[in-house]
């Protein structure tokens, strides 16, 4: 029975490691969809800024007025591909935590298959048992039996 106490506990650690591994997916999930919405902002932005400049097709501009379009857009690009970066790295920390998760999964998995195996082994030891006694009652019995009130075999 200890060593089903000693599973018991190794199953509760397992359950323990399995939610932290949750926790740790969550968390990178949602560093991962807050990065993507930041590129969904950036993208939106540089797009509502190319509109309004394209409106001004028409008009004039200053040479300097266009110079410094030009470079907040290559600024804006630049901050693009940056945070493309950020999202290919949450990616891999979303897949590494899943990773972790799936690891931690199959120990439990083990372990409470292991602790289940033992528990039944435990319980047909424990029958035998009972079975045992229950024969070796029965013979004894029917030895008291056939041996009659005064002790002698009839």
Not at 43 to 64: L, V
Not at 122 to 142: G, H, P, V
Request: proline share 1%; net charge positive.
């Amino acid at each position: 029975m200890s060593a089903l106490s000693a599973l018991s506990v190794a199953v509760e650690l397992a359950e323990r490691k399995r939610d932290e591994a949750r926790r740790v997916l969550q968390v990178a999930r949602s560093a991962q969809q807050a990065a993507s919405d930041q590129m969904v902002q950036l993208k939106g932005y540089a797009q509502e800024t190319q509109n309004r400049w394209g409106m001004r097709a028409n008009t004039s501009m200053q040479p300097e007025v266009m110079y410094h379009h030009y470079q907040f857009m290559d600024r804006l690009q630049h901050a693009m591909n940056l945070q493309t970066t950020v999202i290919t790295s949450h990616d891999g920390r979303v897949s590494a935590a899943q990773q972790g998760l799936l690891a931690t999964e199959l120990r439990l998995a083990s372990l409470k298959k292991l602790t289940e195996k033992r528990r039944k082994e435990f319980e047909l030891l424990q029958s035998r048992r009972e079975q045992k006694q229950t024969d070796e009652r029965a013979a004894l019995q029917y030895r008291a039996i056939s041996n009659g009130p005064d002790g002698r075999e009839s």
